[in-house]
């Protein structure tokens, strides 16, 4: 894979083209150079990057792949107009962008628009090398400045020479959890409390698990196993060349394709052992989300939003309730826009949105990284989709920093919501041990 990626990028024939798309362009134009390859994706996560920042998304069951290698352009925000900031810088790469075909760029960000976390509270970023493989045909798409052409074909190559480690070794047993799940079960009473007192209807309170192993965790290794344990999530990872931020999220926050509008409104969770996902309290903490979404989406659409029956959605070894809503929307509305608009639902935050900013708020409630933030991917037009980032993991060297929430509403019961966290951390933890988790089934086979 590597001797065939490396020969593409060398040919003087890629020079030619790319001068050719260079030609009275301004320095700071990106040009993208797409060429076809003829490569199984299953190579790929072989290829992530030691020294420079990549980006992983993959639809596995829609036999879609894509992994960006190092940055062309990229621009950060944090703070209330963040994504505006992202939204405008886009617009300018957008403006100059000469290509040869589509070409793409990633973007995350955290829950928080102050989030305290080793990642860019949000950040845009054109992969300078992207890997794309859907229905079987893979491209490769070069993406640089103009200014930095002949720089970026002369190190492109060293940086795919410079791949992670793909083993790990089984992790440490895990400290004992009694006195913080007696402590979160707390919590959870004090949110019943509020919402019994009217103060809010819902609220999401996470949960935290680290853990550790004796060598550094292997991001490829856990993307693989969530491509194949996950195959109808999104599975997604940013890694900046020390830590990595991945998962597998079954919920879309938007998607835009020319002024066509979709929203899932997910909400309600059902795991092995648990109870009925028909009952009434799932059922309410999904039309929360539904009535926010319809509400938010409302004045970016013509028309009113149309919502879609609840159906079953299923995520690994989980299902939950999802209602599609789609819209047409305002010729001028972004994709930007339309984060701006969503973010939180309540699928994260809580309903009433601003009561339950306020309560996680003062009740300190941590996300790690972009967990519960955006995962996202925009094209060239200004179209994309954003996902929740949920159930996801901040690796670190040696530890991993776990983390998964779910909906109190009223008639929730601290234990069972205890349980669903632990299910949703629980399809993480299969992930992160692979090797045992292929051991043990292949013990019970
Ligand atoms: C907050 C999470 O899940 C959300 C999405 C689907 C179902 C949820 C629930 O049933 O509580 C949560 O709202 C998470 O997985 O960390």
Partial sequence: MITSLLRQISAPDTAKQ????????????PLSLRLDLSVPPSDWLHLLPTGQPWWYRARPEHGEFRLGIGHALHVESAGSNRFAALDGAFAGFRRDWRRNGPALAFSGFAFADDNASPLPNALLAIPAI????????????????????????AEWPSWLAHTAPREMADLRPGRPQALADRAWMARVVAALRDIGSGRLDKVV????????????????????ALDVQQPGSVVYAYGNGRQTFLGATPERLVRKAGRQIHVDALAGTAWPGSPALADDKNRHEQSLVIRAVVDALAPWCD????????EEHPAGVLRHWRSRISG????????????RALHPTPA????????????????????????SGGFGLLTADGDGEFSVALRSALLDGNTAELQAGAGIVAGSDPQQELAETEAKLGTLLAALNPDRQIARSSRQA
């Fill in 130 to 153: 992207l890997l794309e493989c859907r229905d079987g045909a893979c491209s490769v798409t070069l993406s640089t400045p103009a200014g930095r052409l002949v720089q970026a074909l």
């Fill in 303 to 310: 028309g009113l939003p149309q919502v879609g029956q609840p």
């Fill in 205 to 224: 309170l996470t949960r935290c698990r680290r853990v550790e192993r004796d060598t550094p965790f292997a991001p490829a290794a856990i993307l693989a």
């Fill in 348 to 371: 994260v935050g809580g309903f009433p949105s601003a009561a339950a900013r306020d309560w996680l708020a003062a009740h300190d409630e941590r996300r790690h990284g972009w967990y």
């Fill in 328 to 339: 047409i929307g305002h010729a001028d509305g972004s994709l930007f826009d339309l984060v």
């Fill in 18 to 29: 790319f001068a050719a798309l260079a030609a009275g362009a301004p320095a700071s134009a």
